[in-house]
T-cell receptor
């Protein structure tokens, strides 16, 4: 119940295209869902996050769509650029006040020029 | 504002030795969490500290320990190193535990190699 399942494992998108990464969870006590971007040799960088009381959040080219009933959420990267090539992780946190993130397994995104 | 800093960035140790990693959180952040990242297991939560107290612990053996100082800086220690402890160890800081944003900001990590 503590797992977050992420797909696909890898993704190749052409420049200008839309990248879509999906995550699913079981534990309905999760109440915070961030996405992180990680480049080789770097730590994960917080991209965007959402709570279950909204169905969508957009920041620039990045959008989170959240489906509470299906217990799924996804990251959409519009107008994907070669500089977006990185590994993306979804995560979830319980509403306990403790700062513990449960991560998905990651998606390696390659945006071809 | 400076980000999360971790030292050292790279470490090579031998099986059986122990190691101490250091993390300085973002100024004003009082919660520090540690994660282990490996190709096989991904990102896994180790423990979280706030006000010098461990508030939460992941599913790791007792060889993994940590502490937090009054200035919020944190250290983690791994004793009796095993080959499987080779990983990227990441520290993340958060403004206040229980803060509704739950935003955690990660440092660059310490790459530990056990030979």
């Amino acid at each position: 119940q503590q797992q977050v399942k992420q797909s696909p494992q890898s993704l190749i998108v052409q420049k200008g295209g839309i990248s879509i990464i999906n995550c699913a969870y079981e534990n309905t006590a999760f109440d915070y869902f961030p996405w992180y971007q990680q480049f080789p040799g770097k730590g994960p960088a917080l991209l965007i996050a959402i709570r279950p009381d909204v169905s969508e959040k957009k920041e620039g080219r990045f959008t989170i769509s959240f489906n509470k009933s299906a217990k799924q959420f996804s990251l959409h990267i519009m107008d994907s650029q070669p500089g977006d090539s990185a590994t993306y992780f979804c995560a979830a946190s319980l509403n306990t006040g403790f700062q513990k993130l449960v991560f998905g397994t990651g998606t390696r995104l390659l945006v071809s020029p | 504002k400076a980000g999360v800093t971790q030292t050292p960035r790279y470490l090579i140790k031998t099986r059986g030795q122990q190691v101490t990693l250091s993390c300085s959180p973002i100024s004003g952040h009082r919660s520090v969490s540690w994660y282990q990242q490996t190709p096989g297991q991904g990102l896994q939560f180790l423990f979280e500290y706030f006000s010098e107290t461990q508030r939460n612990k992941g599913n790791f053996p007792g060889r993994f320990s940590g502490r937090q100082f009054s200035n919020s800086r944190s250290e983690m220690n791994v004793s009796t190193l095993e080959l499987g402890d080779s990983a990227l160890y990441l520290c993340a800081s958060s403004l206040v535990p229980g803060d509704t944003t739950y935003e955690q900001y990660f440092g660059p990590g310490t790459r530990l190699t056990v030979t």
